[in-house]
């Protein structure tokens, strides 16, 4: 790799087009001090997903068992050394390592051997951390079971996407009722109880929190600062999907100001309640998926056995690479060229792969991207407002980055060479875990807000290392929180993403990151930083990122 330790990239060559797997290093170098020698463990290199953040010469360990967990905490806590556990590296922030970490720490490779799942009851699920989504997916099919929504991925751990509130896009089409056993919200609302390597007074230990005891809310969506070994999931009866793609309505039409008649936004989550907007930069049309319940498939569908239906968008067209590729190199005034590029790659790609109306079980439409497809590095945030109000922010939103983009091209600036990306959901309603005295996860950004109902999801993708990507996001991000600051719509980031930028780097922006996102959730982040800090009072399971962010 030829990179310093703990490095967080910012030249896009050294970032790439596709991913580099994890390796091992031929020079394991001197052990830790006193490691336990009959669990697993190797120097390895360490790279999120876009390749910003790599590490390679990490000490990484491989429980083999909860059991295992628990040894590994009492030995660096003795030895002043800190654990990360991590999934399958697909994220962006520095939640796992960061910048600036101290030498001493060994990351935990949860996928290795934590990855069992039963059912506990018809309705539920136990799944150990470390399983991929797709897997978990996978068996509750088998079982007649699913979710409402889910991230795209399938390359996600379970506890990866619980320790960040990891969420599709949902919410009640009109006359819908939410079916027992899902939720609209984030997936840390499904959880029942959580299993965590936890300090018990004398030494770290297992315990298992069940979702009526108040230390569960922290532990829901909890960055990453505890170890999860396994949780228990409420799961509902699996449900027929059809996802239908059209490429043919215009962003004005679909953002238009709230009240306007036609194909907006609103519209489609009236019909459906389920939808994903793919605006590609400097294009005028977005893909747009609806995906509808069908219990039987429509005459015009194409049924699919399988996940990722999308191959078009999994695996980068030779034109869309070769401009990439143009642009990482430094040619960023390329940027249009390249969302033309993307976006009649779709137009074509759903044509030739038959792939515009598709049905199937929940699984084979919900899970659509591979990790072949282009790396791109995104900022995120959840906007939570009322339904009634979800145009009015798409509105607003798409205004203000029109304008952005078309001021940085007018100086010749091209930020963002990726799409916007938007989903809605609903919000984390606790009584949706059917568990008495259940309370809602403290941290997940979809956690409720008095008036709000329903949450819009923003991201904005752009390959790394681009030219002004930084500036533009600082200001794509002071407009979110000015125009969404808590009477209409609220902002709060979502934390695998980009948010606290500065025009040098994301993640920089001290009165974001000290006042405005904790404030963003209110009594909520002070209780939360305080339960957790109680079940690690060592900070075992942290970062120095995290440290400062909950200082």
Excluded at 192 to 216: E, F, I, K, N, Q
Excluded at 329 to 351: E, F, H, I, M, N
Aim: glycine share 8%; with cysteine.
């Amino acid at each position: 790799m030829g990179m310093t330790r703990r490095t967080l990239l910012t030249g896009s060559a050294a970032a790439g087009l596709m991913w580099t797997p994890i390796g091992r290093l031929a020079d394991p170098g001197p052990e830790p001090p006193g490691f336990p020698a009959d669990i697993p463990h190797e120097r390895r290199t360490y790279l999120n997903w876009s390749g910003e953040t790599v590490a390679d010469d990490v000490w990484t360990a491989s429980p083999r068992t909860p059991a295992d967990v628990v040894t590994l905490a009492n030995w660096a806590h003795a030895r002043g050394w800190r654990l990360r556990p991590h999934g399958f590296r697909h994220g962006w922030s520095p939640l796992t390592l960061a910048p600036g970490d101290d030498a001493d720490v060994v990351l935990l490779d949860m996928t290795a051997h934590l990855t069992a799942m039963s059912m506990t009851a018809a309705d539920e699920v136990r799944v150990q951390a470390g399983a991929s989504m797709e897997s978990l997916l996978t068996y509750l099919e088998e079982k007649g079971r699913g979710l409402a929504h889910c991230p795209a991925p399938g390359d996600l751990s379970v506890g990866g996407v619980l320790a960040i509130g990891g969420h599709g896009t949902a919410v009640p089409a009109t006359g819908e009722t939410r079916a027992p056993g899902t939720t609209y919200g984030s997936l840390s609302n499904l959880v029942t109880s959580v299993t965590a390597v936890v300090w018990d007074g004398s030494s770290y230990a297992l315990r298992t929190v069940p979702r009526s005891d108040p230390d569960a809310a922290a532990l829901l969506t909890d960055l990453g600062v505890l170890c999860l070994v396994e949780v228990t999931m409420r799961v509902g009866v699996n449900a027929n999907l059809r996802c239908l793609s059209r490429v043919d309505l215009a962003a004005s039409e679909l953002f238009a100001a709230p009240g306007t008649d036609g194909d907006t936004v609103e519209s489609f989550l009236d019909q459906a309640g389920r939808i994903e907007v793919i605006w590609f930069a400097f294009t005028t049309h977005p893909w747009l998926k609806v995906w509808s319940v069908a219990p039987t498939r429509p005459l015009t569908s194409r049924p699919v056995v399988a996940p990722y239906n999308y191959p078009f968008s999994d695996n980068i067209p030779r034109p869309v690479a070769e401009v990439a590729g143009d642009i990482l190199s430094g040619q960023y005034y390329l940027a249009p060229v390249l969302g033309q590029l993307q976006y009649d790659a779709t137009v074509a790609g759903l044509t030739a792969s038959v792939s515009a109306d598709l049905w199937g079980p929940s699984k084979n439409l919900l899970l659509y991207i591979k990790p072949t497809t282009l790396r791109v590095h995104p900022n995120g945030y959840a906007v939570l407002t009322r339904r009634a109000d979800v145009q009015w922010v798409l509105h607003e939103f798409a205004t203000e980055y029109e304008r952005l983009l078309k001021a940085y091209a007018a100086e010749g600036r091209f930020p963002v060479n990726g799409a916007v990306e938007i989903r809605v959901t609903g919000l984390d309603v606790a009584a949706d875990a059917e568990v008495p005295g259940a309370e809602p996860p403290l941290l997940s950004a979809v956690t409720p807000h008095p008036g709000f109902d329903a949450a819009v999801w923003l991201d904005v993708l752009t390959l790394p290392g681009t030219r002004d990507a930084n500036a533009f996001y600082a200001d794509l991000e002071a407009f979110c929180y000015a125009a969404f600051s808590g009477g209409r719509a609220l902002t709060r980031v979502e934390w695998s993403k980009g948010w606290a930028y500065t025009p040098a780097a994301p993640w920089t922006n001290q009165p974001l990151l000290t006042q405005t996102i904790p404030a963003s959730f209110g009594p909520s982040w002070d209780r939360a930083v305080s339960e957790l800090s109680a079940l690690d009072p060592h900070g075992v399971f942290r970062n120095g990122f995290v440290d400062a962010l909950f200082s």
